[in-house]
């Protein structure tokens, strides 16, 4: 995907039981980590999951961290997650689209995604 189109990635994710402790969700763009694992879900221990959505416009001068990380949740709780990139996104063509899940500190119960679809949108 070149720097100055925009993208969309869409996946499914889902947690197990296990632990009570949030199921967290992150991106790598390329080897950039441009958002370390967030929570996406309730810290309750319980089975759940939700719809990841990641919008990312063009990677252009001034314009680094221009992108949107939302995620729903079908458990207890958290219903929500809404955030932007922590680090810059990188302006070289982007080869590889990376979701990062993390089950809990511990590894205490079992994340999934996938069916991961990435999308270039318009230019114009």
Not at 45 to 52: D, S
Not at 84 to 93: N, V
Request: proline content about 5%; glycine content about 8%.
């Amino acid at each position: 995907i070149p720097a100055t189109s925009p993208f969309l990635v869409v996946c499914p994710w889902r947690r197990t039981t296990g632990a009570a402790e949030a199921a967290q969700l992150g991106l790598k763009l390329n080897t950039t980590v441009v958002l370390a694992p967030v929570n996406v879900s309730s810290a309750t221990n319980e089975a759940g999951g939700g719809l990841l959505m990641v919008w990312v416009g063009p990677r252009v001068t001034n314009y680094l961290r221009a992108m949107q990380f939302q995620s729903t949740y079908s458990g207890t709780g958290l219903t929500t997650a809404l955030v932007t990139a922590d680090a810059d996104l990188p302006t070289a063509t982007i080869t590889a689209v990376v979701i990062r899940a993390k089950a809990g500190a511990f590894g205490t119960f079992t994340m999934g995604v996938d069916d991961v679809h990435v999308y270039e949108l318009a230019t114009a």
